[in-house]
Structures are given as C-alpha cells and as structure tokens.
C-alpha cells in the first residue's frame, strides 16, 4: 500500500512537472511571438485603382512614395511626442491634402461643373465622436473641417455653403477655388466629358454598370486616409476625397459618412476606406468590420478581407486600412494596386503601391 500512494506521488509530481515546463513553454512561444510581430501605429492609403506598373514611370512612383513617406513621418512624429491619434490623423492628412499628386484638397478632381467639391471625416475611437464635411469647396483642408464639426459643434456632417460658413466661424483656412486647380485633373475632366457627355466617369475600375456606365480608372487616383493608434492606446481615422472625377448632381460618395468610408473604435478597429463609393456605402463597409470584430470575435486581418470580398462580389472595386488597438493591421484591396503605407512604434516606415512590391 505504501509502495502504491509512493507512486502515486511520484505520478501527479511528474505530472505538475510537465504541466510546469508546458506552460513555460507557452509562455516562452507567445513571448517570442509578441517580440517578432511589429505592433504597427500608422496606417495610411492614398488610394485604390487599376494602378499599373507599364503606366507608373520611375520619376512619378518616386513622387508618391515619398509623398506617403512625408505623411506616414509626419504621423509617426506626432504620435511619439505624445500627441494624441486625432492629431497624428489629421497632421497626417493634411500632406496628402497639400500634395496635388492625392485626390484630396489640393489634387482634387472636377465635377461635371468644373468645380472641386471635397469630403472628408475624422472619428474618434476612444469616444466614438465624429464629424464630416460633403461638398465643400474653399477649404484648404477638409480633415480639419470635419474635425472642427466634431468638436466644436453639436453635428456629426454638415454640407455645402453651411460647412464652409461654419469653418470660417472655426477659424480654418479658406482659400479662392483657384487654388485647388491643377492642369492634370482639368484635363482628365475634359477627356472624361469628351468621352461621355452623359455618363458620370468613376473611378477604381474597368467595371460596367447599367446605372453608371463605362468605367474609366485613368480619370481618378482616389481618397486618402489615415487611423493612428497614440501612446495611450486610443485610435482614430480619418479620410478626405474630391470625389469622383465629372460627377453631377452633388453626388456625394462613402468617404464622409460615418459607418462606411470611415470609422473608430478603441473596442474593435480605426477604418478608412478607398474605392467605388456606391458600393462601401451599401455595404456599410468601415462599421461592417467593427461588427464582425465585435460580434463574431473576428481579427481586424480577417473582417478586413471579408468587408472587401462582400464589396467584390457585388461589383465594386477598392480596398482599405484598419488597425486595432493592439497595434495589429490589415491593408486589403481588389484592385491591381493601393497607395498604402505603415509605420510600427520604433519607427520602421513601409511604402507600397502595387500587389507585388
């Protein structure tokens, strides 16, 4: 009897042993995985289309990788002197609107009329407040627009003559429509006019529609955007557009609204989209992702790739950013390119353009 409760012991002390050396092991591996995996701040896209490496020459891909690299250090600079993800988003920003080379601000396409009508949105993840601007035309910087509704008035988007009312009010710059012209974007209104003069032209596609014609993606380079993550763990998207070159009717596209261009949780991820507006709106795309986040435990990689494969299948082309609170990030697209980049916490900067770069 004694020989047996001796084994016994010998037994379940071998037993806690192994389990001791199992869980060390387990420990050891997620460690080892924690230390190798970059924990990523900075995600950012200037948009999505049929880009293409015969109609990208040497001299412009420099130009739009280093117009990437500007906006991603100068998020990563904002975020590592403590300021916060709003600030890092919209400093961010604020580059590709400045570059001429992003459909956003300054390198915003024309409507039908000729006139640059820009939308943008900014999303706070820690609060979940928002504000968006739609069809402004004399600020220079439509993510400071949206961010001046989100916090300096009771509204989520305003519109029109109304926004730029209230960003003078804000005190935001406003300049002469002139300023947003450029030669490259007039020309494409006029080749798209002369192609159809009934037909609206959108970009990212190939695609046909009964509603919406002949897609040509020479006629735009897309929407910008950007989600941070700061020091104190919040996120924050934003995302700026001019639109869909030679569109009518005040068409406004997903970009500004809250839910389906863009979106902010610190619970689930920061999204920004870029692509066929038409169909992001219909698929709620940015909030779809937080759902699928919340509601099916799915990883911002996987809900990311399930939110564009739904947008594909029902005939739209684009991609977008997302990054959760844990520093994980996602950069699917359906197109044959998406200005993209990132950038982790100790600073290691990644600009890509194209499927295989």
């Given at each position: 009897?004694?020989?047996?409760?001796?084994?016994?012991?010998?037994?379940?002390?071998?037993?806690?042993?192994?389990?001791?050396?199992?869980?060390?092991?387990?420990?050891?591996?997620?460690?080892?995985?924690?230390?190798?995996?970059?924990?990523?701040?900075?995600?950012?896209?200037?948009?999505?289309?049929?880009?293409?490496?015969?109609?990208?020459?040497?001299?412009?891909?420099?130009?739009?990788?280093?117009?990437?690299?500007?906006?991603?250090?100068?998020?990563?600079?904002?975020?590592?002197?403590?300021?916060?993800?709003?600030?890092?988003?919209?400093?961010?920003?604020?580059?590709?609107?400045?570059?001429?080379?992003?459909?956003?601000?300054?390198?915003?396409?024309?409507?039908?009329?000729?006139?640059?009508?820009?939308?943008a949105a900014i999303m706070d993840g820690k609060t979940k407040m928002a504000g968006a601007v739609a069809g402004v035309t004399v600020i220079r910087n439509p993510i400071?627009?949206?961010?001046?509704?989100?916090?300096?008035?009771?509204?989520?988007?305003?519109?029109?003559?109304?926004?730029?009312?209230?960003?003078?009010?804000?005190?935001?710059?406003?300049?002469?429509?002139?300023?947003?012209?450029?030669?490259?974007?007039?020309?494409?209104?006029?080749?798209?006019?002369?192609?159809?003069?009934?037909?609206?032209?959108?970009?990212?596609?190939?695609?046909?529609?009964?509603?919406?014609?002949?897609?040509?993606?020479?006629?735009?380079?897309?929407?910008?955007?950007?989600?941070?993550?700061?020091?104190?763990?919040?996120?924050?998207?934003?995302?700026?557009?001019?639109?869909?070159?030679?569109?009518?009717?005040?068409?406004?596209?997903?970009?500004?609204?809250?839910?389906?261009?863009?979106?902010?949780?610190?619970?689930?991820?920061?999204?920004s989209c870029t692509g066929w507006g038409e169909f992001y709106i219909r698929n709620v795309v940015a909030y779809d992702i937080s759902a699928m986040m919340e509601y099916?435990?799915?990883?911002?990689?996987?809900?990311?790739?399930?939110?564009?494969?739904?947008?594909?299948?029902?005939?739209?082309?684009?991609?977008?950013?997302?990054?959760?609170?844990?520093?994980?990030?996602?950069?699917?697209?359906?197109?044959?390119?998406?200005?993209?980049?990132?950038?982790?916490?100790?600073?290691?900067?990644?600009?890509?353009?194209?499927?295989?770069?």
């Amino acid at each position: 009897m004694i020989g047996i409760i001796q084994n016994f012991k010998q037994l379940k002390a071998g037993v806690v042993l192994l389990m001791c050396l199992l869980a060390q092991a387990s420990f050891a591996q997620a460690s080892f995985a924690q230390m190798t995996e970059p924990k990523y701040v900075m995600v950012i896209h200037g948009g999505a289309g049929t880009l293409s490496r015969k109609n990208m020459n040497a001299e412009k891909e420099a130009a739009y990788r280093a117009g990437l690299t500007l906006a991603l250090q100068t998020g990563y600079n904002a975020i590592k002197t403590g300021k916060s993800s709003l600030d890092a988003v919209e400093a961010t920003i604020h580059t590709l609107e400045d570059n001429p080379l992003f459909n956003a601000g300054k390198g915003a396409v024309f409507t039908h009329e000729g006139r640059n009508e820009m939308d943008a949105a900014i999303m706070d993840g820690k609060t979940k407040m928002a504000g968006a601007v739609a069809g402004v035309t004399v600020i220079r910087n439509p993510i400071s627009a949206a961010r001046a509704v989100m916090e300096k008035s009771e509204h989520v988007m305003m519109a029109g003559p109304g926004a730029e009312a209230f960003a003078r009010q804000a005190g935001l710059e406003i300049v002469d429509p002139k300023y947003f012209f450029t030669k490259e974007r007039w020309d494409g209104l006029q080749k798209a006019i002369k192609d159809d003069s009934v037909k609206t032209e959108v970009d990212h596609g190939g695609k046909k529609s009964m509603r919406l014609g002949t897609i040509n993606p020479d006629y735009k380079f897309g929407t910008v955007g950007a989600v941070a993550l700061d020091q104190a763990g919040n996120l924050a998207a934003g995302t700026s557009t001019g639109g869909m070159t030679n569109k009518k009717y005040g068409r406004i596209g997903d970009s500004p609204i809250i839910g389906t261009g863009t979106y902010a949780n610190n619970a689930t991820a920061g999204v920004s989209c870029t692509g066929w507006g038409e169909f992001y709106i219909r698929n709620v795309v940015a909030y779809d992702i937080s759902a699928m986040m919340e509601y099916k435990n799915m990883t911002v990689a996987d809900a990311a790739r399930a939110a564009i494969e739904k947008v594909g299948k029902m005939g739209g082309d684009g991609g977008l950013i997302a990054l959760d609170a844990k520093g994980h990030m996602a950069m699917p697209f359906n197109t044959e390119g998406m200005y993209r980049g990132t950038v982790t916490e100790d600073g290691k900067i990644e600009v890509l353009i194209f499927k295989k770069d």
